[in-house]
């Protein structure tokens, strides 16, 4: 009977041992999961900056293309006037002695 009885009492302290080993080892992993997480996050949120910053760049860049080529547009069409003007002008100069 002591024989049983000290066996159930190493089982016990086995058990309790066992136990705040797995509380120890949750506890890790929860740390770690909490840690895995937040990187995870971060990293999603500095990709997202990044893709955006990108994009914006693109965008400033085809905006300074459109905006040259509504300037030569805009000066071909002030030209094609003067030219108008300068012909009539002449015209009328050549009819009128």
């Not at 999961?33 to 949120?45: F, G």
């Amino acid at each position: 009977m002591i024989d049983l009885e000290q066996r159930v009492l190493d089982l016990e302290k086995k058990v309790t041992d066992l136990e705040l080993n797995i509380n120890k080892s949750l506890s890790e992993i929860k740390e770690s999961l909490v840690e895995i997480c937040t990187t995870l996050k971060d990293n999603a949120s500095n990709s997202d900056l990044k893709l955006i910053a990108k994009d914006v760049q693109i965008n400033k860049e085809k905006i300074a293309k459109l905006e040259n080529n509504q300037a030569k547009i805009v000066w071909t069409i002030i030209g094609a006037v003067l030219v108008l003007v300068g012909k009539a002008v002449v015209y009328y100069i050549k009819t009128n002695p």
